[in-house]
């Protein structure tokens, strides 16, 4: 009976583990094929195309220049490599029908279903959504007329902007933070102390959120002199509050399991307590150090309600830590909710969705490498 209930425990435990597998993978799965989708959608909004006239010699636009066209920051055919002509724009097939003018310059936006209806005019195939303009592209405006602007730059810069900040301010607090817990605090400081910190990773990230909207976005506003104070830095700051758990918690633990006989082996050769700390302590500790560093990485990059409500969430390439960013997680969180289902939008948030998984799985297997990398040498 012993062993049949053995035997029993042990093929749900197998049963579980491998339907929850199963799951991951094919929530993975669902995740890519989603997005894939999108590099097979037209740069033009879907049921609609661009007509020019039949005499118009230029063959085809980039997303880039059919915005400029139409918002009349291009105003000459000369510009795209055409005629010497100023360009006729019309938003609508009423606007189009209704006008009499000359339509040799002209160029509009008109369903398709109406080509035909347009005389003297021809339609253009402006291509389809490519990687360069994705992965390289500067401008993100997924509702932009007549072609969507899916530039991945400013959202991938505005992330490891916020994240790099949140680890530059993290970690030599967390650092120090742990070399107390560990070597300097007293018992009654540290039991004190240490469940307090482990209690911030168990706060929800939008109270976090209120608290750097309260107070910090205020802050830098007056300390700056800012127009807004929801910024890089605001978001910065946020995740580092976020992240110092982790990191004072797996940095301390690491430097508790330095050998007692090498910190005492140091000390009787003459070395002073700060001297064992840097050369003994924290050199045996710093793959667990490294492990701490990486896992507040992928916490701050990972975060979605807090950098949301205090960095501005401004899609455009920062140049500083004073101006408003937006990243992966907050894209994602702010868009899905409103974007038609199969759209190019909808597509290209899960595209993002997979960015960020491959980024996380990237950290998590540094991770493992580092935790591991003693392991290997013993």
């Not at 799965?29 to 118009?56: D, M, P, R, W």
């Not at 347009?118 to 992965?135: A, Q, S, T, W």
């Not at 706060?203 to 309260?214: A, D, K, M, N, Q």
């Amino acid at each position: 009976m012993k062993k049949f209930l053995e035997k029993f425990i042990e093929a749900i435990i197998k049963t579980s583990g491998g339907i929850t597998s199963i799951i991951v993978l094919l929530i993975v799965a669902f995740l890519f094929s989603e997005g894939a989708g999108l590099f097979n959608k037209n740069k033009i909004e879907e049921g609609y195309t661009i007509i020019v006239s039949q005499t118009n010699n230029v063959k085809t636009f980039t997303s880039n220049q059919l915005k400029d066209i139409f918002d009349e920051n291009i105003t000459s055919w000369k510009t795209l490599n055409g005629k010497d002509k100023p360009i006729k724009v019309y938003h609508s097939i009423d606007d189009f029908m209704e006008n009499e003018d000359n339509k040799e310059d002209a160029i509009a936006l008109v369903p398709k279903e109406y080509v035909k209806e347009c005389k003297g005019m021809r339609e253009v195939d402006c291509g389809k959504i490519n990687f360069k303009d994705f992965f390289l592209g500067k401008d993100w405006m997924p509702t932009a007329t007549p072609a969507s602007q899916f530039g991945l730059l400013p959202i991938i810069t505005g992330t490891l902007w916020v994240s790099f900040g949140a680890i530059l301010l993290a970690l030599p607090l967390g650092l120090a933070v742990a070399i107390f817990l560990s070597e300097l605090a007293t018992k009654r400081i540290h039991k004190i102390l240490k469940p307090t910190i482990e209690l911030l990773s168990g706060i929800p990230s939008v109270v976090y959120g209120f608290f750097g909207l309260v107070v910090i976005v205020p802050l830098i506003q007056k300390m700056f002199s800012l127009d807004v104070g929801e910024t890089a830095l605001a978001g910065s700051i946020v995740l580092a509050i976020m992240a110092l758990p982790t990191i004072i918690t797996i940095s301390e633990d690491a430097m508790r399991s330095c050998p007692r006989s090498m910190k005492e082996a140091s000390l009787a050769l003459g070395a002073n307590k700060w001297q064992t700390i840097c050369k003994v302590v924290i050199p045996y500790s710093i793959s667990g150090i490294t492990a701490a560093v990486v896992l507040g990485i992928g916490r701050a990059i990972g975060e979605t309600m807090a950098v949301l409500m205090v960095t501005g969430n401004s899609a455009i390439i920062p140049h500083s830590f004073l101006e408003p960013v937006r990243t992966i997680p907050a894209t994602i969180a702010a868009e899905l909710g409103e974007v038609p289902n199969g759209s190019a939008h909808y597509q290209a948030l899960f595209v993002l969705g997979g960015i960020l998984f491959i980024i996380t799985l990237l950290i998590n297997l540094v991770v493992d490498y580092v935790t591991n990398k003693n392991k290997l040498k013993a």
